[in-house]
């Protein structure tokens, strides 16, 4: 069982910057790969990006360039480095494995606003 919390989240202006962290706690961290999803007001949660085991990375269309993840296994924790932030981009932010199965639990997720 993996307990998730995730932190960082809050209220930007557009064009700026956060850095979301989700320490990770009750299983093997470093031989998952690991997502960040995100679920904006209406709309179901999403996959925005995941990191491999290894280190590889992958990113929706609509984030590439602008966010970065990153992972330190000594910590247990995954960050996701958001720049050049949105107004689309204000959702909930949650962290969780990839893929994703149905009977994993998710965390409290992190509020990310962007204002116009």
């Known amino acids: 069982q993996v307990q998730l919390v995730e932190s960082g989240g809050g209220l930007v202006q557009a064009g700026g910057s956060l850095r979301l962290s989700c320490a990770a706690s009750?299983?093997?961290?470093?031989?998952?790969?690991m997502g960040w999803y995100r679920q904006a007001p209406g709309n179901q949660r999403a996959l925005i990006a995941y990191?491999?085991?290894?280190?590889?990375?992958f990113y929706v269309e609509s984030v590439k360039g602008r966010f970065t993840i990153s992972r330190d296994n000594a910590k247990n924790t995954v960050y996701l480095q958001m720049n050049n932030l949105k107004p689309q981009d204000t959702a909930f932010y949650y962290c969780?494995?990839?893929?994703?199965?149905?009977?994993?639990?998710w965390g409290q997720g992190t509020q990310v606003t962007v204002s116009s």
């Open positions: 990191i491999s085991s290894a280190g590889s990375t």
């Open positions: 009750g299983s093997s961290f470093s031989g998952n790969a």
């Open positions: 969780n494995r990839y893929p994703i199965l149905p009977y994993y639990k």
